[in-house]
C-alpha cells in the first residue's frame, strides 16, 4: 500500500471514528495509567497525555472525566497547596487492571 493510500485510510471517517472511540471516549482509562504511577494534577495531565500516549484531550474534558472518577471511587482527591491531586483508589486500580486486561484479550482476537 503506498503512501497516499495509507494518508486516506488515516482520513477516513470509520478509522477517525476508531481513533477517537479508543481516546477520547476511554480517557478514563489514560488518566487511571497514569495515576497509577502517581499523584496527578488536572491541569498538567494534558500535557502528559499527550506526552505518553500521542493525543490531547481539552483540560475540559479531562476535569469531566477525572469528577466522574472520583464521584465513582475509583480515584481520591487531596488538596495540596490550594491545587487537588489525584491518586487511584484499590477500586481504580482493580478498573485499570480490567481494562487493559480487556484490551489485551481484544488485541488477542484480531
Known sequence: ??????????????????????TLSNLWIYILSLAKKKEVYAYTLVEQIEKK????P????V????YKLEADGF???KEKDKRNYYSLTKKGFSLLKEGKNFLKELYKKL
Open 1 to 22: 500500500m503506498g503512501r497516499k493510500n495509507n494518508l486516506e485510510v488515516l482520513n477516513s471517517k470509520p478509522f477517525l471514528r476508531f481513533k477517537k472511540s479508543t
Open 53 to 56: 500516549f500521542g493525543f490531547k
Open 58 to 61: 481539552s483540560l475540559l474534558w
Open 63 to 66: 476535569y469531566l472525566v477525572l
Open 75 to 77: 480515584l481520591q482527591s
